[in-house]
């Protein structure tokens, strides 16, 4: 498969994603409204933070370095070893789930029984639908190589679809269920969606045709099961290496950055991570499937080393423009967005200023997942561990400067050190890159540069913008409002059409792959 074919399905993949994001997006948010007028807003709280956090945390410290190492290989790989390398996510899941679960029903404040009931029912029981996901693992992992679009679309949508109805009809017929309800909507999610791969792979590997239209690894389901043999290692060492690596890396990410992801992705990264999760994804496949992991741009074919220079410089460049955007009207409309979604309450106190942080956190988080997009998918095992090396160096640094800009500006100061962290992951993604593609000709880097006219449209739109929300917003009454949400509407179509202009090989690259990619669902 050539680089662009595998280009293409990676945008495709992407594509789906990306409405995949919004579909959840739309359903949770519906889901949410309904539920909240029928249980406690207490119920509603644990079952989104604690008990999401407890799955969420179990799944991607159990899975995510393998997914990494597993999606790097190359197309003469012995697949059983990588399979076999997969179903050790389980029994580290299961670790994992017990080890936290602990950890939630111990160490943690445990809620009013006479509030939240069933608590520990519902950490038992979101424990064990991380397990059950992570069966599904070598499925998954063999689909995403063979990017088969369609399954993921298929599986999610209808685990999320099934999870929902089953939610609202419990909540409506048997409120006093509580945690009960989401717990079982929980495991019926994470059944259906293993379930869903498992079935497909059952009837394609059981059809005359699969064998000529499909370029599988595998000829039977049996394929897919650990496996042990006399003539060879269990596992591929060096996926295996790489895996630990990972892991190591994955942890440390974990412990830097998930305190403030929950909130930055409910309010101020909304947009980006809906954007770019997707990107991120589907693009680090494609990496990984183009470029020889640990070896010199110089020496691998040139076309393919050509092409993931054009993608990551586009990336980059969309990235850039995405979290500008999001940052510079940011700034101008978080008061409104507070007061129109919380009132006065959020609107008057420290609530804008700490939005207004997390739109600059925003822009560099879009722009870290597309450098560490490419700089995973090329490191080699050795570049792995200099960089988990540095992470932990950075921990430190950064559990101090925490502390320290904590005590003078409040919460703040968090979302600033974790600015700082992620600053410093971008230099070191963006010295691997300069470093990659010292020797030959390309220059992806170019994609962090925007054009003159482009930065004066930035800056004369945050100009006007924040002159517009003092005398605008928010105390005048809805007619000075709309007027300020008039006066963003012009200046951010003035911007985008400046982008337009100027950006050509960028709004090329987006018609191209992922205008594409939409019509090749469609024919397909």
Aim: contains cysteine; hydrophobic residues 50%.
């Amino acid at each position: 498969m050539g680089s662009r074919e595998v280009l293409g399905q990676a945008a495709r993949l992407a594509s789906s994603g990306l409405l995949l994001q919004v579909l959840f997006r739309v359903i949770t948010f519906v889901l949410n409204a309904f539920v909240l007028r029928f249980l406690s807003k207490e119920i509603v709280g644990i079952v989104n933070v604690r008990l999401t956090l407890l799955y969420s945390t179990t799944i991607f410290l159990a899975r995510e370095a393998f997914r990494r190492a597993c999606l790097s290989g190359g197309p003469q790989r012995d697949w059983s070893q990588t399979f076999n390398l997969l179903w050790l996510t389980v029994p580290l899941g299961v670790f994992w789930s017990l080890f936290l679960g602990w950890v939630w029903l111990r160490l943690l404040e445990v809620p009013d029984p006479n509030v939240v009931s069933h608590y520990g029912t519902g950490v038992v029981v979101f424990g064990l639908s991380a397990v059950v996901e992570l069966l599904g693992e070598p499925f998954w992992v063999l689909a995403q190589a063979q990017m088969f679009v369609r399954l993921k679309v298929i599986a999610e949508s209808l685990s999320v679809i099934l999870k929902s109805v089953l939610t609202a009809f419990l909540v409506l017929w048997l409120p006093h269920w509580g945690l009960y309800i989401f717990s079982l909507a929980q495991l019926l999610y994470t059944t259906v969606l293993v379930l869903c791969y498992v079935i497909y792979f059952t009837k394609l590997l059981g059809s005359a045709e699969s064998n000529k239209q499909q370029a599988l690894p595998i000829s039977r389901m049996t394929d897919l099961l650990p496996s042990v043999t006399r003539s060879r290692a269990f596992v591929n060492w060096n996926e295996a290496k790489l895996t630990w690596s990972f892991f190591k890396q994955s942890f440390l990410k974990q412990i830097l950055t998930e305190g403030v992801y929950d909130i930055v992705n409910n309010l101020g990264s909304l947009v980006a991570r809906l954007i770019f999760q997707p990107i991120e994804e589907s693009f680090y496949i494609f990496f990984a499937k183009v470029l020889e992991r640990g070896k010199d741009a110089t020496l691998q074919k040139q076309e393919d080393v050509a092409v993931a220079a054009t993608v990551l410089e586009s990336l980059l460049k969309l990235a850039l423009l995405t979290g500008l955007t999001i940052t510079i009207f940011g700034f101008a409309y978080s008061q409104l967005a507070l007061d129109i979604y919380g009132g006065a309450m959020l609107s008057s106190g420290s609530g804008p200023i700490l939005l207004r942080s997390y739109c600059l956190y925003v822009l560099l988080l879009a722009i870290n997942g597309v450098t560490e997009c490419f700089t995973f998918a090329a490191m080699s095992k050795e570049e792995v561990d200099r960089y988990n090396f540095t992470m932990l160096a950075l921990s430190s640094s950064f559990l101090g400067l925490s502390y320290l800009l904590t005590r003078w500006c409040g919460s703040v100061g968090f979302i600033l050190a974790n600015c700082f962290n992620m600053g410093i992951r971008i230099t070191q993604s963006l010295w691997f890159i300069h470093r990659y593609y010292g020797r030959s000709p390309h220059r992806p880097l170019a994609g962090l540069y925007l054009s003159p006219a482009l930065l004066g449209a930035f800056a004369l739109s945050g100009g006007i913008t924040s002159v517009s929300e003092v005398f605008l917003c928010c105390e005048q009454g809805w007619p000075a409002r709309l007027a300020h949400i008039a006066v963003g509407a012009f200046c951010l179509g003035v911007t985008l059409g400046t982008a337009f202009l100027t950006e050509t090989k960028l709004i090329n690259f987006v018609r191209t792959q992922f205008g594409g990619s939409r019509l090749a669902d469609k024919t397909s």
